[in-house]
């Protein structure tokens, strides 16, 4: 399969631990995103790499997320500290580094904080 | 702020139906709108759109743009149960180096046999 995978696919957790997500883009795309999607919404940007450049985060992203591409393949999303508010499905996408580029998403991580 | 609007938000139809699902949007430094179908996980790709006036075409579904009114419409034609999902519309913004994508609600389609 050579399209966008997440790990782990689910994760439940209690309130107060840290968890950790990782996305492997699409082998030659070199621009990756992070959303957050919650129920009855569409996806909404969290943070965006080109390369191993974080090169933009939202207001959404808050100093308890944390995100890295270190050799700018696969990427890794953290959050500290988990609240309930965090329970969510994220989503990574990958796209080229062209112009208008169509962003490809994985399946996504859908995260449970009890 | 780049918002996206679309409606209806969820839909019923009989199978064979035609249906038109709208997209409005407001986004800075606009360079596309994009359509995808979600069904129960990560979002497809339909179409993307770029130019007003320039229809779309993917089997039942095709897709148009008005870059003057700021609005796309997705059609699908001879509905059919599997194309029961959620489909979201997504403005993308190209100010600097970022091209991200602000997403509406979706439109929850439902086809019955």
């Known amino acids: 399969d050579t399209g966008v995978s997440q790990d782990p696919r689910h994760k439940i957790t209690k309130r107060g631990q840290n968890v950790t997500f990782r996305c492997d883009p699409i082998s030659e795309h070199n621009r990756l995103y992070w959303y957050r999607q919650t129920l009855g919404q569409g996806p909404e940007f969290l943070t965006y790499?080109?390369?191993?450049?974080?090169?933009?985060k939202s207001r959404l992203l808050s100093d308890r997320f944390s995100a890295e591409r270190p050799k700018g393949s696969f990427s890794t999303l953290e959050i500290q500290r988990t609240e309930q508010g965090d329970s969510a499905m994220y989503l990574c996408?990958?796209?080229?580094?062209?112009?208008?580029?169509?962003?490809?998403f994985g399946p996504g991580t859908r995260l449970t904080v009890l | 702020e780049d918002k996206v609007v679309q409606s209806p938000l969820s839909l019923v139809v009989h199978e064979g139906d035609t249906v038109t699902l709208n997209c409005s949007y407001e986004?800075?430094?606009?360079?596309?709108l994009l359509w995808y179908k979600q069904e129960k996980k990560a979002p497809t790709f339909l179409f993307m759109l770029t130019s007003s006036g320039i229809e779309k075409k993917s089997g039942r579904l095709s897709s148009i743009l008005d870059k003057k009114e700021l609005f796309s419409i997705l059609n699908i034609t001879a509905t059919q149960t599997g194309d029961s999902a959620v489909y979201l519309c997504?403005?993308?913004?190209?100010?600097?180096?970022?091209?991200?994508?602000?997403f509406g609600k979706g439109t929850l389609l439902t086809v019955n046999p």
């Open positions: 997504a403005g993308e913004n190209s100010g600097g180096s970022n091209y991200k994508l602000t």
């Open positions: 996408a990958s796209s080229l580094a062209v112009s208008r580029a169509t962003q490809y």
């Open positions: 986004v800075t430094n606009f360079r596309s």
């Open positions: 790499f080109q390369n191993e450049a974080q090169l933009e």
